[in-house]
């Protein structure tokens, strides 16, 4: 399939869209995610929004004081965050014009390829119509990665926003995490760790380089690289950079160098 130079998927995670100390939904970043995305759509591109955050936000409303560990409570915490997140996205786009639409996959739904064509369609008549589709696993339904941690088809939400990038011919695919880009070590452990400007390839270094995810969450930068992987192969531009900044979403669709750029 060949890409669209002016199709973009941006994935936010967890750590972005709820604060660490409270777990309560930061209404500050989403309103600001929902400003610059709405002014990039504005602008010319196309833009996916592949969103984190369901199964935390729902542990907080249902006043889980920790990540549930029973596979059941997970699924309610699921269903009970996407709608809120859904509402929230609604109303934040809404008051800059933009109308939003929700799209929940199953790796059923990628796997088999009318359902991946059908899927194909409604985001290109979705885009034309203006809409920027926000897009989330079904955790209700989808359980592999929530119950075990282990990788399926999807797997976390950054292998998911690399195979939305492929399905939609999007060039470009922007992670927000809660680093600001990728390291040789570390960070928060290893106070000489090194920054990386810049992924060619996946080496072992790097996977060995690579740490565990958040408590709230479910990727980490292993999940991270694996979306890179993908996305080198496909010949997708992906780039790694901290979700406190919604900003510098500019500067990477402007070209300019921001936090990790992994390069096909």
């Known amino acids: 399939m060949n890409l669209k130079p002016n199709r973009v998927v941006v994935k936010v995670g967890t750590t972005t869209l709820t604060r660490e100390e409270t777990r309560e939904v930061n209404l500050r970043r989403i309103d600001r ?5 709405t002014d990039v759509r504005g602008s ?10 369901a199964i935390a936000v729902g542990a907080n409303k249902l006043r889980f004081t920790e990540r549930p560990s029973e596979l059941r409570f997970k699924q309610a915490c699921a269903a009970v965050g996407q709608l809120e997140l859904t509402h929230i996205y609604d109303k934040m786009f809404g008051e800059y014009g933009q109308l939003v639409a929700q799209i929940l996959l199953t790796d059923d739904d990628v796997a088999d390829n009318l359902r991946r064509r059908n899927l194909r369609n409604t985001f290109d008549a979705l885009l034309e119509l203006g809409a920027i589709p926000v897009v ?6 989808a359980t592999g990665e929530i119950e075990t941690g282990e990788h399926k ?9 690399a195979i939305v990038a492929e ?11 809660d680093v600001d880009r990728l390291y040789d070590s570390n960070p928060r ?23 565990g995810g958040s408590d709230w969450g479910t990727g980490g930068m292993s ?24 900003d510098a979403i500019y500067d990477i669709l402007e070209g300019k160098p921001v936090g990790t750029l992994f390069r096909p």
């Open 44 to 53: 010319g591109w196309d833009v996916i929004l592949v969103s984190s955050g």
């Open 167 to 177: 399905l939609t011919g999007a060039s470009k695919l922007i992670l927000l995490t």
């Open 153 to 161: 088809i999807l797997g976390d939400n950054d292998t998911l926003s």
């Open 136 to 141: 989330n696993e079904n955790d209700s339904v």
């Open 223 to 246: 999940s991270k690289l694996s979306a890179g992987e993908y996305a080198l192969k496909r010949g997708i531009e992906m780039t790694i950079t901290g979700g406190d900044n919604i």
């Open 33 to 37: 995610l929902a400003r610059v995305l």
């Open 189 to 211: 452990t290893n106070p000489n760790a090194k920054a990386i400007s810049e992924v060619r390839e996946i080496t072992d270094d790097l996977r060995i380089a690579a740490g």
